[in-house]
C-alpha cells in the first residue's frame, strides 16, 4: 500500500491550501483516514480524522478552519486548510487504515493493514 501526499506549500497567514492524499495498491477499502502534523521540535500529532464509521473528528486548533473529506471511489482524502496561522507550519502525514484483498489459488483473500502513513508534505504558513 502507497498513501501520496501532495498540496503542501509556502503560503501567507490567512491563506488557504488544500492537501491531497492519494492511496494506492492492493486495496479493497480504504477505512479510517486522518492528517498528522509534525513541527519542528514536536511530535507528530493528529489533525483530523474520518473514523471507519464516518465520524470525523478535529484537534481543537484547527476547529472551524480546517475541513477533512474523502473520496470513497478514488481512494482519496483531503484537507482544506483555512485561515491559516504560522503555527500551522509543519510536516503534514496522511494516514490511513485500509482493507486488502489478493487474489490466489482461485479465490480473493482479504486482510486488515493498518497505519500506512504518507511521505509528508510540507506546510509553511508565513506571518
Known amino acids: 500500500v502507497q498513501l501520496q501526499a501532495s498540496g503542501g506549500g509556502l503560503v501567507q497567514a490567512g491563506g488557504s491550501l488544500r492537501l491531497s492524499c492519494a492511496a494506492s495498491g492492493s486495496i479493497f477499502r480504504v477505512d479510517a483516514v486522518g492528517w498528522y502534523r509534525q513541527a519542528p521540535d514536536k511530535q507528530r500529532a493528529l489533525v483530523a480524522e474520518i473514523t471507519t464509521t464516518g465520524n470525523i473528528n478535529y484537534v481543537d486548533s484547527v476547529k472551524g478552519r480546517f475541513t477533512i473529506s474523502r473520496d470513497y471511489a478514488k481512494n482519496t482524502w483531503y484537507l482544506q486548510m483555512n485561515s491559516l496561522k504560522p503555527e500551522d507550519t509543519a510536516v503534514y502525514y496522511c494516514?490511513?487504515?485500509?482493507?486488502?484483498?489478493?487474489?490466489?489459488?482461485?479465490?480473493?483473500?482479504?486482510?486488515?493493514?493498518?497505519?500506512?502513513w504518507g511521505q509528508g508534505t510540507l506546510v509553511t504558513v508565513s506571518s
Open positions: 494516514h490511513a487504515d485500509v482493507t486488502l484483498r489478493e487474489y490466489d489459488s482461485g479465490s480473493y483473500h482479504y486482510s486488515q493493514l493498518n497505519d500506512n
